[in-house]
């Protein structure tokens, strides 16, 4: 068979189905995990309900003892949105991990999990939420058998896309420091609290190189331009924008973005970044 195939395998093993509950299953290893999809039911009171959003609040995935990503279900299904993915779909929770809105097939499945000869376990963990009725989780896993293999020095290339958030209560003019800066950042991804705005972003970075300067309608603009959603979030940044995960934000020392509000609030942060490994 042609290693590239992808299969699509439903799961067993996730325990702790409950309300409230945290579930968790064991991710098979030795191949190359291109997506996990969710799907899942509960009762809400008297209403049935698969949509993810009503059922699960938190998704967790860990290599070993490490956290890679940590994300609400609300943000995976506006980042669905920003990138005009059918994921964000009420029926349905799409975890990706080859990413289907870049530019190329080559950009998408470098991002690939490829787990050959990985000696760790890959955990994908659920935080549901409470109030719910006979809760249910099914995970189909979507992968292939093949690696992608750096031409010049053999060896297998990993491009691991990482996704976690902070808060941070801002003035109406406030900084964010970015003290993640070790790895390559292709977006960033601000969440303004309910009923707020949030109306203009510069980016610096290595203290003095101002990277971007831009009102929201005009970054906006800049984002419709390239087939982005700029509604999904409050304002993102995006360091790839023509979706070549090459191009991004690499290489500096600091970075901090200086946020104008239309009022002082507490701004959630999704910082978006690419690892070599499952670091």
């Avoid at 609040?57 to 990503?69: A, F, L, M, N, P």
């Avoid at 499945?109 to 000869?117: E, Q, R």
């Avoid at 959603?229 to 970075?255: H, K, L």
């Amino acid at each position: 068979m042609n290693p590239g195939t992808r299969i699509y395998e439903p799961l067993s093993g996730l325990s702790g189905v409950a309300s409230a509950g945290t579930p968790a299953i064991s991710i098979p290893t030795n191949r190359r995990h291109m997506m996990n999809k969710v799907f899942c039911s509960a009762m809400l009171g008297a209403v049935a309900t698969k949509n993810p959003v009503d059922i699960i609040e938190k998704v967790i995935h860990q290599i070993g003892t490490k956290t890679i990503r940590e994300e609400y279900v609300e943000d995976i299904v506006a980042w669905a949105k920003h990138n005009k993915l059918p994921s964000g779909v009420a029926d349905a929770l799409a975890l990706y991990y080859a990413e289907p809105p870049r530019a190329s097939v080559n950009d998408e499945v470098i991002s690939a999990w490829d787990t050959f000869g990985l000696n760790k376990d890959f955990q994908l963990k659920f935080k549901l939420k409470a109030g719910l009725t006979t809760p249910a989780l099914e995970i189909v896993n979507v992968y292939d058998s093949n690696q992608m293999i750096d031409p010049v020095s053999k060896s297998r290339v990993l491009q691991i896309v990482k996704r976690n958030r902070s808060s941070y209560n801002l003035g109406t003019v406030g900084d964010i420091v970015v003290r993640e800066v070790g790895l390559p950042i292709t977006a960033i991804y601000l969440k303004a609290a309910a009923g707020n705005t949030i109306d203009h972003v510069k980016v610096t970075v290595d203290d003095t190189q101002v990277v971007h300067d831009l009102s929201l309608d005009q970054n906006n603009s800049f984002l419709a331009d390239y087939g982005y959603d700029p509604t999904a979030f409050s304002y993102v940044v995006r360091f790839d924008t023509e979706r070549q995960i090459m191009r991004r934000m690499e290489n500096i020392r600091s970075m901090v973005l200086k946020v104008t509000s239309s009022a002082a609030q507490s701004v959630d942060m999704i910082l978006e970044q690419v690892a070599p490994d499952y670091i």
